[in-house]
């Protein structure tokens, strides 16, 4: 295996209280081939700073020059590095021990030594007593997806960095004028031709203290705005698309990140943006749109679900009324489809089931949208008006809003239009996706094939909703357009319904190649079933148990590594009953 030199950069200025730890941390490291280059930046602390570095002696390379702000350390010391690669640690910062071994493996492992990439890892932060406050982890999975947001999210720390010296000859050095965003500022140069990568792993410390420059330089918000709004608008539109789905969800995404930021400028920049394309957007388009309600019997139910579509203040719709074979009387049902020309009825000669229906309704639909409306249900008057406006603004696939679920005389809001975004993985253990609420666009079915799985009897709307969005972007609507009519036979108060729903879902997932692999969410959703089966059957099997006390034993871990790797053990026997 080739170990390439690996410089570690450790610029200081007034640093005495933290550098032996920064550099402690730097010699533990495994990694066998690697140079430490202090720079003392001017420091004026009667000689402390100099007095903890010179103490290593040639254990590291220690230079001083006069005071010119990190920046200048930095570019000092870049110069003079041997290594092929640079890593900086602050001087009030540490490295894990694993560090560089942790990124070069990566670097060798997965052919891209001497490759235009640049590496960056997950971090813990710490307090000015070296007290763990947070683990900052971020999203590998959206990072590596989009990564761009590697910058727009914040998500790196330059001390968690590996970059080939080659990056600083193709694009420069740290610009000494900036004095906040110098880093970030390099990095979106470096990033148009090398490619970041994120490596879930912890591998280093950052320190909060009152002394960072982050929280005495007014110089963050002065050059912080101006430079969030250049990246902000490096990103073309074609791009912007292919990242949220729309220019308009890009802007809102990067509102919603920068609120809870310093940047206010930058938020406002986002929001005038979002404005300027509401006003481009309102327009006269009014596309059709098929409300699809399969229904069996329940006919007064059915009926009051037709009567809230017909009072919809959006007019261009169509409904797909779809008989699964009922055995009552549909007489009713025949004469409000004949007197309404954008009514059509189809009778189904045999009971195959909702998903099945669902089908039918949606190769029969005219519309260029598709909303659902299951017969014992209801929208609201402003259901379609205010999600088409949503759908046509975001050129969103799929949209769903949060909805009212009303059990005799009470009702309880359900906020499912949080859902918000990039999803998939959280809909594995937690989908509050209510039919009722979903409108997709006819087209992205198509295009794909989708389709209910008619074999499925309870939970293949969940299985449904995750095969559609594994790779989309799901509007959300955070406004209850619709009522969810409930009562001690629905599955949400049947512990049997949920037992098959959870076994039907988990079925899918373990036998999906995209969703097999997540194995964190996959353990979330086998504690329900774990829980409705011991429920059910009291004491079902010692598999099932057993599981049961790994949840109660590791469900609030930070760590759940140990975790997993039993479960997947467990998982391979649930399988084997879940499956079949």
């Known amino acids: 295996m080739k170990f390439p030199l690996v410089s570690i950069i450790i610029p200081v200025y007034n640093g005495s209280n933290y550098l032996k730890e920064a550099i402690d941390s730097a010699l533990l490291q495994t990694y066998p081939n690697y140079e430490i280059l202090v720079v003392n930046d001017g420091s004026n602390d009667n000689g402390k700073t100099r007095k903890v570095a010179l103490s290593y002696g040639k254990k590291i390379r220690y230079y001083e020059k ?34 560089l071994s942790t990124e070069v493996s ?19 932060l710490i307090d000015r007593k070296s007290k763990l406050v947070s683990n900052c982890i971020k999203d590998n999975y959206m990072l590596n997806l989009k990564p761009e947001y590697a910058l727009l999210r914040g998500a790196v720390n330059g001390i968690t960095m590996l970059i080939p010296k080659k990056a600083f000859e193709e694009h420069g050095l740290f610009d000494e004028n900036l004095v906040a965003v110098q880093d970030y500022e390099l990095w979106h140069k470096m990033f148009k031709t090398y490619k970041p990568i994120h490596i879930p792993v912890i591998l280093a410390e950052s320190r909060y203290h009152a002394k960072q420059v ?31 789905g729309s220019v308009y969800n890009y802007y809102e995404q990067m509102s919603i990140f920068l609120k809870e930021t310093p940047y206010t400028k930058a938020f406002d920049h986002c929001v005038n943006k979002m404005n300027e394309i509401k006003l481009k957007n309102n327009n006269t388009n009014k596309p059709v749109i098929s409300v699809i309600i399969p229904f069996y019997n329940r006919i007064n139910m059915t009926i009051r679900a037709i009567k809230s579509v017909l009072n919809q203040t959006y007019k261009n719709y169509e409904i797909v009324l779809v008989n699964d074979g009922s055995s009552e009387n549909v007489e009713k049902i025949q004469e409000i489809a004949n007197k309404y020309k954008n009514i059509n009825l189809i009778n189904l000669k045999n009971n195959k ?26 929208f609201l008057p402003n259901k379609l008006e205010i999600q088409i406006k949503e759908m046509l603004l975001r050129n969103g696939n799929v949209c769903h809003t949060s909805y009212i679920r009303k059990s005799n005389d009470n009702k ?3 906020n499912s239009g949080l859902y918000n975004g990039m999803i998939s993985k959280k809909l594995i253990y937690n989908c509050l996706i209510a039919t009722p609420t979903v409108m997709i666009k006819k087209e992205f079915l198509y295009k794909n094939n989708y389709l209910f799985d008619s074999t499925l009897t309870i939970g293949e709307d969940t299985c449904f909703w995750l095969t559609i969005l594994k790779n989309d972007f799901l509007i959300g609507i955070n406004k209850e357009l619709s009522i ?71 469900k609030n871990s930070l760590r759940m590594d140990g975790f997993i790797m039993t479960f997947k053990k467990i998982l391979i026997k649930l399988k084997k009953r879940i499956i079949r």
Not at 116 to 121: E, F, M, Q
Request: glycine share 6%; aromatic share 14%; with cysteine.
């Open 412 to 414: 309880v809001v359900i």
């Open 353 to 378: 089931g909702v998903a099945n229906a669902r089908n039918e309704g949606i190769k029969a639909s005219t519309g260029e949208y598709i909303a659902f409306l299951d017969s014992d249900d209801e």
């Open 484 to 554: 969810v009519n409930v009562n001690e036979k629905s599955s949400a108060y049947d512990d049997k319904k949920q037992l098959i729903g959870c076994k039907t879902i988990l079925k899918f997932l373990l036998n999906d190649e995209f969703y097999s692999r997540f194995d964190k969410e996959i353990a979330k959703l086998a504690e329900s079933y774990c829980y409705y089966s011991n429920k059910i059957n009291n004491n079902i099997n010692n598999d099932v148990f057993h599981a049961n006390s790994y949840f109660g034993r590791f």
């Open 66 to 99: 006069e005071n010119g702000g990190v920046s200048s350390a930095l570019n000092f010391a870049i110069k003079k590095m041997k290594g092929e690669y640079f890593s900086w640690l602050s001087h009030d910062d540490k490295y894990l021990e694993e560090k």
């Open 106 to 124: 990566y670097l060798i492992e997965n052919g891209l030594y001497d490759k235009k990439v640049i590496l960056y890892s997950d971090y813990n």
């Open 214 to 244: 982050s929280n005495t330089s007014s110089k963050v918000i002065s050059e912080g705005n101006p430079f969030w709004i250049k990246m902000i608008e490096s990103i073309t539109n074609y791009r912007k698309i292919k990242l949220e």
